[in-house]
């Protein structure tokens, strides 16, 4: 320890000693003696003893009692009753928006099951899992259930719904067999599309071409979806 330590410890010891001491010559000479404990209250005398306290339980006065409270409100300036106002009035639940979709695809794996669903009424398309709600204004309906031709939807009611595949695809339509030749000729009769339907079988066929190659790119897309999901990490069980 440094000497100022220690003189500083010696300082601060002698300070103790004096005070000490000081309380000492008081105590010795009288000081204090003057003060004594307040003698115990007399319950007798004050009535506020343990026989007259009222042990009878409090019981809520009826309603009509609080007539005039309910007349003359406390916390209004005009001491009125406040008039009932129609929003107070409980606003009845909205109705559930109708069920207005297609199934386009599914797609079921061992550990995920897919539903392609298209909204009829904003014609748009979106991919769900099995739990998920519809988006949008069909918020209120859950996939609830995917089979290999079918998906089910509840509503928070409790009403459920099953949407079938849909897969309508355009076929060609034969062309009707024609007979040329006079009225009553004997003139064999020739089988064969006309020309106007001969083109319309074409179109037919290049547009069912195009829906298929448009169902085949919409499964490719499904499929690269659900590998997306797969390798997401799955939330830990409780």
Known sequence: MSIQGAKLLTLVLAG?????????????IGFGRSYHWLPADDDTVT????????????????????AQTEARPLFN???????????????PAAPPVALNVSLTGVI???LLHLAMIHDNAKNNAVVLKEGMPLPGDLGGWTLTRVKERSAFFKE??????????STAVASPKPGAPVRSGAPG????????????????????????????RRIEERR?????????LKQQPQPPQS
């Open 108 to 110: 079921l794996t061992p």
């Open 185 to 212: 000729s004997a003139a064999p009769p020739q089988f064969g599309p006309k020309p106007a339907a001969a083109a319309s079988k074409s179109a037919d066929t290049n547009q069912a071409g195009q829906l298929q």
């Open 77 to 91: 300036e005009d001491r009125k009753p406040t008039p009932d106002t129609p929003g107070d009035a409980v606003t």
């Open 156 to 165: 928070a009611a409790g009403e459920e719904v099953e949407v079938e595949l």
């Open 47 to 66: 009535g506020l003893g343990a026989t007259g306290i009222d042990r009878t339980p409090f019981k809520l006065p009826p309603e009509s009692g609080f």
């Open 16 to 28: 103790t000693c004096g005070v000490l001491l000081l309380l000492a010559l008081a105590q010795q």
């Open 220 to 228: 490719k897309q499904m499929r690269d979806e659900a590998e997306r």
